[in-house]
């Protein structure tokens, strides 16, 4: 088994798009009006919006971290901030961690928290 889709709830599609287009660096595709999915390797970030798709309830953020690795944490850290990104809990900036990772911590607009980690430095353990 392998995990293919990540669902982003968000509360306005157009602005998710927007956002994390601008910081992943690509624009993703609309699938449905409330549905906006960007390609991360051989997952699906999908931003979900069920008021645009025409569901009868709000979503809440999500409570943990979504952790995604990039080739370059300092084009994704001023794409961020760019995009408006809000403070997480964890100190701002790039920081390397007691564990190896080089990373950052962020809100998104709707206030769900992420964190960018660089890929040469993400810690997997076997």
Not at 8 to 17: F, G, M, N, Q, T
Not at 32 to 46: D, K, N, Q, S, W
Not at 113 to 124: G, H, I, N, S
Request: glycine share 10%.
């Amino acid at each position: 088994m392998k995990i293919f889709r990540i669902l982003v709830p968000v509360s306005d599609i157009e602005r998710a798009a927007a956002f994390y287009g601008k910081v992943l660096g690509a624009p993703g595709q609309r699938i449905t009006p409330g549905r906006h999915y960007f390609f991360c390797g051989e997952v699906i970030l999908a931003c979900f919006d069920p008021r645009a798709d025409g569901d009868n309830f709000d979503t809440r953020p999500n409570p943990e971290h979504l952790y995604i690795a990039t080739g370059d944490l300092e084009g994704a850290y001023a794409r961020a901030n760019e995009a408006g990104a809000g403070p997480d809990r964890m100190p701002p900036g790039i920081q390397s961690r007691p564990w190896g990772e080089r990373s950052f911590y962020i809100r998104d607009p709707f206030g769900n928290p992420l964190c960018f980690v660089d890929e040469k430095t993400a810690f997997r353990s076997h």
